[in-house]
């Protein structure tokens, strides 16, 4: 079975930081891209950034480039969303996603986990 459990949300403070993370079972960790999305109420869902457990490729969303580094550790299948400097705006559900090629289209993933709430307070 398919599994992505995101963990690590929580409520911080403007400024502050958090790190999530994304354990992923049940498929070939090494051969997909790890994907982290974002949908803030009202709003579309958004790509944050990705990660290819292959070779080791990142894309960042402008959004949080120089603010949030994401990085795998390949021999726990996990990925990590390491968040800093938080904005007001960065407050949504949070969720990794699997997908076998590198990309941040959300249609062409294949497996999702069930999101993580992350609020920053201003």
């Known amino acids: 079975e398919v599994q992505l459990v995101e963990s690590g949300g929580g409520l911080v403070q403007a400024g502050g930081s958090l790190r999530l993370s994304c354990a992923a079972s049940?498929?070939?960790?090494?051969?997909?891209?790890i994907g982290w999305f974002r949908q803030a109420p009202g709003k579309e869902r958004e790509g944050v950034g990705c990660?290819?457990?292959?070779?080791?490729?990142?894309y960042y969303a402008d959004s949080v480039k120089g603010r949030f580094t994401i990085y795998s550790d390949n021999a726990k299948n996990t990925v990590y969303l390491e968040m800093n400097n938080l904005k007001f705006e960065d407050t949504a559900v949070y969720y990794c996603?699997?997908?076998?090629?590198?990309?941040?289209?959300?249609?062409?993933?294949?497996?999702w986990g069930q999101g993580t709430q992350v609020t920053v307070s201003s």
């Open positions: 996603a699997g997908a076998s090629a590198l990309t941040m289209v959300p249609e062409q993933y294949d497996y």
């Open positions: 049940g498929f070939t960790f090494d051969d997909h891209t």
């Open positions: 990660i290819s457990s292959s070779d080791g490729s990142i």
